[in-house]
């Protein structure tokens, strides 16, 4: 989808980043276009282990599917966002929170959610990675951004992305988790 959008607007080359599933598309796309990538960002970028919270995993299951991505305040809040913001109920976070909340209940949320899930998730954790081979394709300069905090992707996934990646750096921001507020 990436290469066709930019063949449409006739781009030839891009400084990318993405966070989360974006980022595992980002990284994805610099590994197999690193001609048209010049920079790239990762923001606690999926792809780069197994490890993924239960609540993700057990959603990819289609007995509890539906029980876990109907838009639920208290569920969302408890499990989604305790997970991806570090201290999600600090008032600065007000409007996150509103946010997150009112994006579940968009028609066709759930349903997407729910047939995505078992593509992204499995009761073993994350099933579609980068190779160790497809990180090292990438040519652009790479910066990788992960909250300390992160409860959705370990720290150890954005060490093995710069182990892996030439000329890749990494940034931890304290105090911030899988949404880097």
């Not at 781009?11 to 276009?33: D, K, Q, Y």
């Not at 109920?89 to 968009?106: G, M, S």
């Not at 073993?124 to 951004?145: F, Y």
Request: proline content about 4%; cysteine-free; charged content about 20%.
């Amino acid at each position: 989808f990436i290469e066709s959008f930019l063949d449409a607007l006739q781009i030839e080359s891009v400084r990318i980043a993405g966070l989360s599933m974006g980022g595992f598309a980002a990284a994805r796309f610099a590994a197999e276009n690193s001609g048209r990538v010049e920079r790239l960002a990762l923001l606690d970028s999926a792809g780069l282990g197994r490890d993924l919270p239960w609540g993700f995993r057990l959603s990819s299951l289609p007995v509890l599917k539906h029980l876990l991505t109907r838009p639920q305040r208290w569920l969302h809040e408890r499990f989604f966002v305790a997970a991806e913001v570090e201290h999600p109920y600090a008032q600065h976070n007000d409007a996150y929170l509103k946010y997150a909340f009112e994006v579940t209940r968009n028609d066709g949320h759930a349903l997407a959610v729910r047939h995505n899930m078992p593509v992204f998730a499995g009761i073993r954790g994350q099933r579609n990675l980068l190779s160790d081979e497809e990180l090292a394709e990438i040519r652009a300069a790479t910066l990788v951004i992960w909250g300390e905090q992160d409860r959705f992707f370990p720290l150890d996934h954005a060490h093995r992305a710069v182990s892996a990646i030439p000329n890749s750096k990494l940034e931890v921001l304290p105090n911030s988790g899988h949404i880097v507020l």
